[in-house]
Nanobody
Framework: QLQLAESGGGLVHPGGSLRLSCAASVSIFSIDVMGWYRQAPGKQRELVTT???????NYADSVKGRFTISRDNAKNTVYLQMNSLKPEDTAVYYC?????????WGQGTQVTVSS
């Protein structure tokens, strides 16, 4: 069973940066698509970004130019580099892995952007 473990969340000032990590319990070569979602209080979970096994990336409009997803196949880890953070980026960030026929979620990590 695939397990995902996120880390790297925390409190940061507006304009600051954070890097989230998502470590998978299996080789990420076998995972079709990995991505990050987020859920702010009182809102639905939303897509932030994805990366395919071939390296194709996709970003929500709200984070384009500020966030970067990457993968280290040797470490079975996907990263989310977040720059120029805004208060509206505050949310619990979840790692997701899509392995047909199902998807898997991590436990989430809190990111708070506040002065």
């Amino acid at each position: 069973q695939l397990q995902l473990a996120e880390s790297g969340g925390g409190l940061v000032h507006p304009g600051g940066s954070l890097r989230l990590s998502c470590a998978a319990s299996v080789s990420i070569f076998s995972i079709d698509v990995m991505g990050w979602y987020r859920q702010a209080p009182g809102k639905q979970r939303e897509l932030v970004t994805t990366i395919s096994s071939g390296g194709t990336t996709n970003y929500a409009d709200s984070v384009k130019g500020r966030f970067t997803i990457s993968r280290d196949n040797a470490k079975n880890t996907v990263y989310l580099q977040m720059n120029s953070l805004k208060p509206e980026d505050t949310a619990v960030y979840y790692c997701h892995a899509q392995m047909v026929p199902r998807g898997y979620w991590g436990q989430g990590t809190q990111v708070t952007v506040s002065s």
